[in-house]
């Protein structure tokens, strides 16, 4: 079991004036941003392709998932490529940030559960946030916002089966 003062490592990012995490453990890499090549008929968030380490993998603008402005590309621009567990398989896909931070932890009991937030960010792509610095970081819940079931990713693979 499992305490509550254990504490996780975590990717700190920003997405504007406001920082994510995801855990440091679904990470595989931090790129720098390149234009990625583009996939017809898919969702505005899905930027295209890109090849890392010869596999391609999807590019997802996660300011427009979260129904932000898009990403304006700076000298600060990142890609986490991320490997989520959906089920049986894992999807490989590449975050864009407007900047990475760093790896840091987090204790367990510092994780407040997700508030209901209103419009802006749907409550159930969060897994929770946590107080830092007079701020939030909010941890997203990958798995959620790009399982099959969601709305998330699932258009993709629609697309591509038609």
Same mark, same amino acid.
Request: avoid cysteine; hydrophobic fraction near 45%; charge should be negative.
């Given at each position: ?48 392709? $890109?090849?890392? $380490? ?8 996660? $300011? ?9 590309? !700076? ?16 999807? !490989? ?10 790896? !840091?932890?987090? @204790? ?11 419009? @802006? ?7 929770? +946030?946590? @107080? @830092? ?5 909010? +941890? ?23």
């Amino acid at each position: 079991m499992i305490s509550n003062d254990a504490e996780s490592q975590f990717v700190t990012f920003a997405l504007g004036d406001e920082v994510f995490a995801v855990p440091v453990g679904v990470v595989r890499e931090i790129l720098d941003h390149e234009d990625a090549f583009k996939i017809p008929h898919g969702p505005s968030y899905l930027l295209g392709l $890109r090849d890392v $380490r010869g596999q391609g993998v999807p590019i997802v603008d996660l $300011r427009l998932r979260l129904g932000m402005p898009a990403t304006e590309k !700076t000298p600060h621009t990142r890609v986490l490529v991320l490997d989520i567990p959906l089920g049986q398989r894992i999807l !490989t896909l590449g975050l864009v940030a407007d900047k990475v931070f760093e790896v !840091t932890p987090f @204790r367990q009991d510092a994780i407040e559960s997700a508030p209901d937030i209103g419009v @802006r960010w749907r409550s159930e792509y969060i897994e929770g +946030v946590v @107080r @830092r610095q007079g701020d939030f970081v909010v +941890v997203i819940n990958l798995a959620q916002l790009f399982s099959d079931s969601g709305p998330a990713l699932a258009s993709v693979a629609n697309n591509a089966a038609a």
